[in-house]
């Protein structure tokens, strides 16, 4: 924490304390944003910092560089990559299955 400077008025303590801290009976005491200032997206959940604040996305939500929402993850859309390769593949298997049939009934024919 940074240097506080606190002064005796009146015979009671008062500092003055840095951003994100608070004067409670003469000394400096950390403030729990996410009670009194939570700026964060209705997505996130606040966790409270030493002089600060962090916003963290709830599962099921990422949060994208450079911007403080969080954005669901769709987890639908991420699944296509492998069932694509897997249909892919088992297409590839069919066509060369049926060139093969094909090239041995043709060789069994002659």
Request: glycine share 6%; proline share 4%; charged share 25%.
């Amino acid at each position: 924490m940074d240097k506080v400077n606190c002064d005796l008025v009146n015979n009671t303590k008062h500092c003055e304390c840095p951003v994100g801290y608070e004067d409670v009976s003469g000394s400096c005491e950390d403030i729990n944003e996410c009670l009194t200032n939570n700026t964060c997206h209705p997505t996130a959940k606040c966790i409270n910092t030493i002089g600060s604040f962090e916003c963290e996305c709830e599962e099921g939500y990422r949060k994208p560089e450079r911007e403080d929402a969080c954005e669901d993850i769709n987890e639908y859309e991420e699944s296509w990559l492998p069932v694509g390769i897997a249909v892919g593949t088992a297409v590839f298997l069919i066509i060369i299955s049926l060139a093969l049939l094909k090239y041995m009934d043709y060789r069994a024919s002659r």
